[in-house]
Nanobody
Framework: VQLQASGGGLVQPGDSLRLSCIASRPTFGRFVMGWFRQAPGNEREFVAAIMWSGGTTRIADPVKGRFTISRDKAKNTAYLQMNNLKPEDTAVYYC???????????????????WGQGTQVTVSS
């Protein structure tokens, strides 16, 4: 599976952005797509993930209430809607995917074998 992430950019605090991640082939079964981010000098961290079939989501505490994840099955695309962005959200955002991930593993980087190229999000006034 190849993943193509897009939608990053430079925004001001309080603004919104929507990231997209397109999978190269139809997704089915226990497929999970997730978003991770890595700020300069920091380790990559989990942001959000969604189970393809049932739509169950998992959101990291630092972004809960501001970020949501959704998917469009017909377009093989997952979205990360980011509202009320803060400077600390500045990072390269990566989408990831794999099959057979259970809920407890959705936030675990090593559970994902497929990764997109990353898209830069910069929040600055």
């Amino acid at each position: 599976v190849q993943l193509q992430a897009s939608g990053g950019g430079l925004v001001q605090p309080g603004d919104s952005l929507r990231l997209s991640c397109i999978a190269s082939r139809p997704t089915f079964g226990r497929f999970v797509m997730g978003w991770f981010r890595q700020a300069p000098g920091n380790e990559r961290e989990f942001v959000a993930a969604i189970m393809w079939s049932g739509g169950t989501t998992r959101i990291a505490d630092p972004v809960k209430g501001r970020f949501t994840i959704s998917r469009d099955k017909a377009k093989n695309t997952a979205y990360l809607q980011m509202n009320n962005l803060k400077p600390e959200d500045t990072a390269v955002y990566y989408c990831a995917a794999d099959s057979g991930i259970i809920y407890s593993g959705m936030a675990t980087e090593s559970a994902y074998d497929y990764w997109g190229q990353g898209t830069q999000v910069t929040v600055s006034s």
